[in-house]
């Protein structure tokens, strides 16, 4: 059976201990120019929100961390991953958040989280062997202004024991409509953690 390519970034599914996502607000100021998608995997920048923020709540200033798109590859640190966002003003059904929108967004930050991604299209596919080693992101498909969902997946090239990688994967997800090989869906861990204990600041 082939798998569908159907791209949609990091789907948060329970954590390591069977619970349910675990979700904070975060700040995207109007001065990054970067669009942000629903299961992009975001980095904290090391500021917060300057101002009151009123969203779906009013935030004091310092209540917000601000984040970005978390850069793919070895040793890149990674917060969380978008779940959602507040609601724009400025247009009621949008669901990704444009380039230079200040908005709140939803992050799942919690360091056992665990989630679904997509193995890349292009490469290598993924094998039996990969289970249980470590891989970095990929951004080979961008993110859909049309369903908000992140183009970001699992980079099949790279599989390995490096512990500077950013993904640890898990197990394939186990579904009838989802098989070993090139676009297979697993579950993985978060790797390189800014939430992890003993962990450096940002």
Do not use: W
């Not at 193995?119 to 908000?148: F, R």
């Amino acid at each position: 059976m082939t798998n569908a390519n159907t791209p949609f970034g990091l789907r948060a599914t329970v954590n390591s201990y069977g619970g349910q996502p675990v979700v904070n607000a975060y700040y995207i100021p109007s001065t990054y120019a970067t669009a942000l998608f629903v299961g992009d995997p975001v980095v904290k920048t090391g500021t917060a929100n300057s101002n009151t923020i009123i969203a779906d709540r009013e935030y004091q200033p310092g209540s917000l961390p601000e984040i970005n798109k978390a850069t793919a590859g070895t040793t890149n640190l990674i917060t969380g991953v978008i779940l959602g966002f507040a609601f724009l003003p400025t247009d009621l059904a949008k669901t990704y958040n444009p380039a230079s929108t200040e908005r709140v967004a939803y992050v799942c930050d919690d360091p056992a989280q665990l989630f679904e991604i997509q193995s890349e299209t292009a490469g290598t596919a993924l094998a039996i062997t990969d289970i249980g080693l470590n891989a970095n992101l990929v951004y080979a498909v961008s993110g859909s202004t049309l369903t908000g969902l992140s183009g970001a997946e699992l980079d099949t090239s790279t599989p390995a024991t490096t512990q500077g990688f950013q993904l640890k994967i898990k197990r394939i997800i186990d579904r009838v409509d989802n098989t070993l090989g090139t676009n297979a869906k697993v579950l993985v861990s978060i790797n390189q953690h800014t939430e992890a204990v003993n962990t450096a600041g940002i």
